[in-house]
């Protein structure tokens, strides 16, 4: 194991384990800004539109991914944080049967409706061909996206945050290189994005894998391990399917947020992608603390530490809250500059939907740190009821506010929606980790 999170001082612990997890974030941002910027640059705003009109779906798609893997994450960091390494294994192997099945079903499903997705998001006849094309080339490499998310989220349970960073540095350049490859003189156009990301990200995955087994011998599973049991199976699918539900939730009403967008036209659409892709930079920063504070508080839920659990979950809002301030002046110095990066000669309509955008969204962006700190810490100490509810209340506030705010007050009320759900479930989860706290605190006493 890298990283042992039940010794040490816990504030420089996890700041030391989160720094890579987050600069691993900032790269896949980099996947999908590069293919957004040379679509943009290269093709104008009719292509920027198409790959931006789909763009929430496949996002949807990748948070359900990440949910599900860190969900895999958090039952063996509590094994590894309970010195059991048979039962870690078995974790492991579940995990893989269940990304196997996940990946081929998905694919085929998301594949073969991929007409009937485009149809539904309203997306606008003029760019819905090559929004279609985008969209089925990403979604035939999920495989690819499960593979590099699983062996991640695997080794940074075990206290391993640097090795999936390497690959994923260079797998990021790569993508910048076929992009521009097949796009310019391939002349393969928003595919051929497409394509170059699904690549990028699949050799990611496999040098993590070739690298991490030779590194660990935890990973070199024998055939015994990969006999497992039905409760180890219903283990890592109970909360790898509600953590993939929980990160997705965000997505599910940015879908009825952006089908209300596309029915504004196009220029609508390229400003509110540029202004999304800006925003996350908060939204991965704020997923890498999700990923550090979740393997933080599973070993220590398994090695029964509740006083070091509390001090640990005030370091990473402590550490959250300091870097979401930071984003948010980074944006407020770039904006100017953020539309002309996207779209050459963009008209004055696309900088003002993008800029009401961050008018909106940016000083809530203290409330989502609050959200992914707190309900990733109480999932991890076993308590999945709250944010499933959670997930729930963030769902139904930003769907009926994008659609209800969005009729009465129109581009503006659709934005608003997001900080209304972000509100609303920052008082569950919070109210849910004192209560579990509290509880554990007791048992704990009581051994």
Excluded: H
């Excluded at 945050?161 to 310019?184: A, E, G, K, T």
């Amino acid at each position: 194991m890298s990283a042992d999170f039940t010794e040490g001082r816990p504030l420089p612990t996890i700041l030391k384990f989160s720094i890579p997890v987050i600069a691993g974030n900032l790269f896949q941002l980099l996947y999908t800004l590069a293919d957004t910027v040379i679509v943009g640059q290269t093709m104008g705003e009719g292509a920027l539109a198409a790959v931006g009109a789909t763009t929430v779906f496949v996002y949807f798609i990748l948070c359900f991914i990440q949910g599900m893997t860190n969900g895999f994450s958090i039952i063996l960091g509590q094994r590894i944080g309970s010195r059991d390494e048979s039962a870690a294994r078995k974790s492991i192997a579940a995990s893989v049967y269940i990304s196997v099945v996940f990946s081929v079903v998905i694919t085929a499903i998301t594949c073969i409706l991929t007409p009937e997705i485009v149809r539904l998001m309203d997306i606008p006849l003029d760019i819905a061909e090559e929004a279609e094309e985008y969209l089925f080339v990403v979604l035939a490499g999920t495989g690819a996206t499960v593979l590099y998310n699983l062996i991640s989220n695997i080794l940074r349970s075990m206290g391993d945050s640097r090795l999936p960073l390497i690959f994923l540095v260079l797998s990021s350049i790569l993508n910048i290189f076929l992009d521009i490859l097949f796009i310019v003189p391939f002349g393969m156009g928003v595919g051929g994005a497409a394509l170059a990301t699904v690549l990028s990200q699949l050799l990611s995955g496999v040098l993590s894998i070739v690298f991490a087994v030779r590194k660990y011998s935890l990973l070199r599973l024998t055939i015994l391990d990969w006999k497992i049991g039905s409760d180890d199976l219903l283990a890592n699918l109970k909360i790898g399917t509600l953590m993939g539900f929980q990160m997705s939730v965000m997505c599910i009403g940015q879908l009825v947020m952006q089908s209300s967008v596309n029915k504004l036209g196009t220029l609508a659409i390229a400003g509110y992608t540029a202004a999304t892709k800006t925003d996350q930079l908060s939204v991965l920063v704020n997923n890498a603390f999700i990923t550090s504070v979740g393997a933080y508080v599973a070993q220590n839920y398994g090695a029964g530490k509740s006083e070091r659990i509390r001090k640990g979950v005030w370091s990473s809002l402590l550490i959250t809250e300091i870097t979401d301030f930071i984003i948010i002046g980074i944006i407020l110095i770039a904006e100017p500059f953020i539309v002309p990066l996207f779209v050459s000669d963009a008209s004055p309509e696309v900088f003002s939907y993008a800029s009401t955008f961050f008018r909106i969204t940016l000083p809530f962006y203290p409330i989502l740190g609050v959200l992914c700190v707190y309900r990733t810490s109480v999932q991890a100490m076993g308590n999945s009821t709250a944010p499933f509810i959670a997930c729930i209340v963030e769902l139904i506030a930003r769907c009926s506010a994008s659609i209800f705010l969005g009729n009465i007050f129109g581009y503006g009320g659709i934005i608003f929606s997001t900080p209304l759900a972000w509100i609303g479930a920052d008082i569950v989860v919070v109210i849910a980790y004192i209560f579990t706290l509290r509880k554990l605190t007791k048992l704990t006493i009581k051994v």
